[in-house]
């Protein structure tokens, strides 16, 4: 019965594992293909978007934060200046 038992124990590990081995080397070839089907839809989306002169968000964000960066760096700029300047002596 102990030999039964451990034989049923035996396959249901050597399933388990074979079943893991096909489901990585399936779902490996699964999520490539997904991969592929998803930069193509990107790729149309994104010549349909310049072919209808859109703005994606993605590129309107990184503008306006070009734009905020580019202020920054201006006020650090005049903050920098302004210290370099020689103070007047307080009397």
Do not use: C, W
């Not at 030999?3 to 779902?27: D, E, K, Q, S």
């Not at 010549?47 to 201006?74: C, D, F, M, P, Y």
């Amino acid at each position: 019965m102990d030999t039964i038992v451990a034989l049923n124990l035996f396959g249901y590990a050597l399933a388990l594992a074979g079943g893991v081995a096909l489901g990585t080397m399936f779902g490996r070839a699964g999520l490539r293909e997904l991969s592929g089907l998803v930069h193509g839809f990107e790729s149309r989306l994104s010549s349909l978007e310049g072919a209808l002169g859109l703005r994606s968000a993605g590129a309107a964000a990184v503008e306006h934060h070009a734009a905020a960066t580019e202020k920054l760096a201006e006020a650090v700029r005049m903050h920098a200046e302004s210290q370099n300047r020689p103070q007047a002596a307080a009397h």
